[in-house]
C-alpha cells in the first residue's frame, strides 16, 4: 500500500506539511486515555464516600452557608447553633443583612435553617435582627 505522507495532487505544500506535523505529533503523543465512558462507568461501580456514609459536620456547616449566602444573596458570618435532628440538620446562622459605618451599626439576622440528612437545605427563616455592636438582653433573648 502506499505512504500516507505522499502529496496528493491537489495537496498545497502547507496543506502536506501540516498533514505531516499531525502525523509525527500522534506518533510522538503518549498513549491515549481511556475513554470517558469507561472512565464513568468504573467511578459508578466504586461507592463514593458521600454515598456509604453520612456527611460530616464541617461539610454540612460549609455547605448549610454557601447554599444560604446564595438564595439570600449576604454573606453568611457565622453559625451560632448547629444540632442533628430526626429529619437531618437545624443550624442557626448569623448574617450580615446591611453593612453601616462604623461596623458596630452593621445589621445581622440570625437564620434558622433546616438541612436534610444529606446536607441539603429544606428551609430558612429569619428568627431575629440586631445591631452588631448588640449584646443580647439577659436570658438569651430571640
Known amino acids: 500500500m502506499s505512504n500516507t505522507n505522499h ?7 502547507q496543506q502536506s506539511s501540516r498533514t505531516s506535523q499531525r502525523s509525527r ?3 510522538n503523543s503518549p498513549e491515549p486515555q481511556e475513554p470517558q465512558e469507561a472512565q464513568e462507568s468504573q ?4 461507592p463514593s464516600p458521600s454515598k456509604t456514609s453520612r456527611p460530616r459536620p464541617m461539610e454540612i456547616l ?9 438564595l439570600t444573596g449576604m454573606t ?7 444540632e442533628q435532628t430526626e429529619e437531618g440538620w ?3 446562622v448569623e448574617v450580615l ?10 445589621l445581622m439576622g440570625s437564620y434558622q435553617v433546616e438541612l436534610d440528612p444529606e446536607g441539603q437545605l429544606t428551609g430558612y427563616r429569619r428568627v ?15
Open 43 to 46: 467511578e459508578a461501580q466504586q
Open 76 to 82: 453568611a458570618e457565622t453559625v451560632s447553633s448547629f
Open 62 to 70: 460549609r455547605e448549610a452557608r454557601a447554599q444560604l449566602a446564595e
Open 128 to 142: 431575629r435582627r440586631y445591631e452588631r455592636g448588640r449584646a443580647d438582653a439577659r436570658g438569651g433573648g430571640r
Open 90 to 92: 437545624s443550624l442557626e
Open 97 to 106: 443583612e446591611l453593612e453601616r459605618v462604623p461596623d458596630t451599626m452593621s
Open 25 to 27: 505529533k500522534t506518533q
Open 7 to 13: 502529496k496528493s495532487a491537489s495537496q498545497s505544500p
